[in-house]
């Protein structure tokens, strides 16, 4: 079992930042991928960033160059910091761990909210 806890959401204006982070716990285990996902209203739920236990990145076009994921492994913890933010960013923000083994270690966190006013 893993369990994720996110904290780091907040209200902001356009155009100002947040720093998300996901501390994981439980059995860790290399490799695995950890990511942030969001799900706004009304939508469904989409890839924000990801970032492998060797520090490959992937992005949702959308926010290439305005927010950086990063990890810290000897933690556990996960990190997106998010800049620029635009209105349309508000969402609950999911972090996440896989794992691709014998069987599919898939763990979700229970989510902050991230509201940005315009």
């Known amino acids: 079992q893993v369990q994720l806890v996110e904290s780091g959401g907040g209200l902001v204006q356009a155009g100002g930042s947040l720093r998300l982070s996901c501390a994981a716990s439980?059995?860790?285990?290399?490799?695995?991928?950890m990511g942030w996902y969001r799900q706004a209203p009304g939508k469904q739920r989409e890839l924000v960033a990801t970032i492998t236990s060797d520090g490959s990145t992937n992005y949702l076009e959308l926010v290439k160059g305005r927010f950086t994921i990063s990890r810290d492994n000897a933690k556990n913890t996960v990190y997106l910091q998010m800049n620029s933010l635009k209105p349309e960013d508000t969402a609950v923000y999911y972090c996440n761990y896989l794992r691709l083994a014998l069987r599919v270690y898939n763990y979700w966190g229970q989510g902050t909210q991230v509201t940005v006013s315009s």
């Open positions: 439980g059995s860790i285990l290399s490799p695995n991928t």
